[in-house]
């Protein structure tokens, strides 16, 4: 299973970000999707996931600002980040707990990462 994430780039405070992550390649189902950041030196920490019935779990930092969302027929998962602040800056990483053709288990994947920065 590959996850392909895009949509990272440089914005101004208060600004938004749609980040999108596809996952492809013998995927039977998918669990759980989500995202995930880090900066240099620091864990990489969750942002938000979301589940294949919906339900969604935020960090505390992030509620109320971005959302999730994903489209189960396209094995898509969204990040709408809004009222972006300079501590959001990180690299976002999508995660997907999901079962392949190859495994035929639940594994978990995570894409190649995508650099967001927030800055005036």
């Known amino acids: 299973v590959q996850l392909q994430a895009s949509g990272g780039g440089l914005v101004q405070p208060g600004g938004s970000l749609r980040l999108s992550c596809a996952a492809s390649?013998?995927?039977?189902?998918?669990?759980?999707m989500g995202w995930y950041r880090q900066v240099p030196g620091k864990q990489r920490e969750l942002v938000a996931t979301?589940?294949?019935?919906?339900?969604?779990n935020y960090a505390d930092s992030v509620k109320g600002r971005f959302t999730i969302s994903r489209d189960n027929a396209k094995n898509t998962v969204y990040l709408q980040m809004n009222s972006l602040k300079p501590g959001d800056t990180a690299v976002y990483y999508c995660?997907?707990?999901?079962?392949?053709?190859?495994?035929?288990?639940?594994?978990?994947?995570w894409g190649q990462g995508t650099q967001v920065t927030v800055s005036s």
């Open positions: 979301i589940i294949s019935g919906g339900r969604t």
């Open positions: 390649g013998g995927v039977i189902s998918i669990n759980t």
């Open positions: 995660y997907s707990n999901a079962i392949s053709v190859v495994t035929r288990w639940p594994d978990d994947y």
